[in-house]
């Protein structure tokens, strides 16, 4: 479904505010899968997810999208979009704003229609259709941002951060649908998140990028099985949790800080 080679992306080249935001990242991607980008903020998720999505060109290397070059899969719309911002249309009905991408490729009415009856009943929201977005709670707002991206069964979804504003509890809720929705369509999913919980209970894969220059420096095999609510309290859970942390730390950090109190206390105090 994906194939990066060799990807970097630096904005700014020989200007002032040049910054290499990925690094020649080689990820692939196959049908069905659930990858998550994971990594400290800054680091190029969002760049990353973006190539992706052909929203912004790499400066070097190849992103290919369903076997074709990024543009011609981003002109076919074979992705759907959510980011941490559900970024409905306030003037519009949840039903109509569910129905946009559909308006966008110019199907019929009952078609559309119809469509957004099954993707509100997906994400549980079916007596809503006729609501208001801001008479919606933040994570109704997000299950109808997933319900939109899905209306036109694009075969992929890239997401970022889509849970990072919510609570954890609902967080959680929606971690769960998510993946009852994505086992139910069969869509691949590639999830930028910061949080090492999140990336092990939804991926069958987690990439691990490091700070600056963005690289990929670890791809985790998550095996888990059927992710139920049990599997949170499983001991392997807490394995897999323990090896992204570890990833995400990188081989320096096996090396004792030598850089001391001295150093760090004054620029704690600066903040304050
Ligand atoms: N359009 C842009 N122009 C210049 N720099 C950018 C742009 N987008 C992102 N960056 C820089 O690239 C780096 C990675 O950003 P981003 O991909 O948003 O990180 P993350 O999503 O991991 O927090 C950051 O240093 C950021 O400032
Ligand atoms: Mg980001």
């Known amino acids: 479904m994906i194939e990066l080679s060799g990807v970097t992306k630096v904005f700014n080249p020989g200007r002032a505010g040049e910054v290499t935001a990925v690094a020649a990242a080689d990820l692939t991607v ?8 994971i990594g400290p903020s800054g680091c190029g998720k969002s760049t990353l997810l973006r190539l992706i999505a052909d929203l912004v060109p790499p400066s070097s290397g190849t992103v290919t999208v369903a076997g074709k070059p990024a543009a011609r899969a981003r002109r076919d719309r074979d992705y759907g979009m959510v980011f941490q911002k559900a970024g409905l249309f306030d003037w519009r009905t949840v039903r109509r704003n569910v129905e946009l991408p559909l308006e966008l490729r110019g199907t019929g009415r009952s078609e559309r229609h119809a469509r957004a009856a099954e993707m509100l009943e997906l994400v549980g929201l079916s007596e809503f259709a006729s609501h208001y977005p801001a008479q919606l709670s933040g994570g109704m707002q997000q299950r109808v941002s997933i ?5 036109d069964a694009p075969p992929l979804l890239l997401m970022d951060e889509p849970f990072g504003a919510l609570d954890e509890m609902t967080r959680e809720r929606l971690q769960g649908e998510l993946l009852r929705i994505c086992a139910a369509t069969g869509t691949t999913v590639v999830f930028v998140t910061h949080s090492i919980d999140e990336a092990v209970f939804l991926s069958g894969r987690v990439a691990v990028m490091s700070a600056r220059p963005g690289r990929i420096t670890d791809v985790i095999d998550v095996d888990l099985g059927e ?14 949790v323990t090896a992204v942390r570890q990833a995400l730390r990188g ?22």
């Open 30 to 37: 196959a049908a069905g899968e659930f990858v998550s980008l």
């Open 251 to 272: 081989p320096a950090a096996a090396v004792p800080e030598q850089a001391g109190p001295a150093e760090s206390a004054p620029a704690v105090r600066a903040e304050k």
């Open 147 to 151: 319900a939109r991206a899905l209306a």
């Open 227 to 240: 992710r139920t609510e049990a599997v949170r309290q499983a001991p392997e859970y807490f394995g897999y």
